[in-house]
């Protein structure tokens, strides 16, 4: 079994993405990567893309962060492929990754905390960092939504498996932006006994 999903969301940013999707294919091997093209003019497609959400609402706004990772979470449903993974890796496109596998680093954080549900990484230049010194992981209230490492356990517990809609599943929707979404995730974990 696979441990780690990697999925990117992209909107018309094809080199970029295509960098992203590269550099961490090169480290992380063992690992599979979707990409998401949320809305993305034909011309504008990443050359690796897995998915593409062109119905005319998504092409003229695009799915944003929460509609998008629902969308795409629930694509592996479908296909069948969802189950095979224990942790999913929800980012964005300009996010930026060091040459290590990932998949390594996040199964031993995992696997000395049971009840982990949501794993936010830590950039060297994020202020964020200054809270951390030493340590390698703290629990926050708040954490940065551009990199969401989301336990499947988590997401079989808070969502939605009998309406399979990208306007509700793991996020809400609704909240097109996607304001507070990172409070949302960790508030229904909380209640849901994870961290």
């Known amino acids: 079994m696979k441990k780690l999903a990697i999925i990117i969301l992209n909107r018309n940013l094809p080199k970029v ?5 590269n550099k961490l294919k090169k480290s992380n091997k063992e690992t599979d990567i979707y990409i998401l093209e949320s809305g993305s003019n034909k011309k504008l497609l990443s050359k690796n893309y897995s998915w593409h959400a062109n119905w005319p609402k998504a092409k003229k706004q695009g799915l944003r962060f929460s509609r998008g990772m629902n969308y795409a979470l629930i694509k592996l449903i479908q296909e069948n492929k ?19 596998s990932i998949k390594t680093k996040i199964e031993k954080i995992y696997n000395k905390h049971e009840k982990l549900g949501v794993l936010s990484p830590c950039s060297k230049d994020w202020g964020e960092i200054n809270y951390l010194k030493k340590d390698k992981l703290k629990y ?11 336990k499947r356990n988590l997401i079989e517990t808070i969502s939605d498996f009998s309406k399979l809609n990208y306007i509700d599943f793991l996020f809400d929707g609704n909240n097109f932006r ?16 994870y961290c």
Request: aromatic residues 24%; negative net charge.
């Open 17 to 21: 993405t295509d960098k992203l999707y």
């Open 82 to 100: 969802f189950k095979l993974y224990e942790y999913f890796l929800l980012m964005t496109n300009d996010t930026e990754f060091e040459n290590y």
């Open 140 to 150: 926050f209230w708040y954490i940065q939504n551009s990199a969401l490492i989301v």
């Open 178 to 193: 996607g304001f507070g979404l990172e409070i949302e995730l960790i508030t229904k974990a909380y209640i849901n006994d």
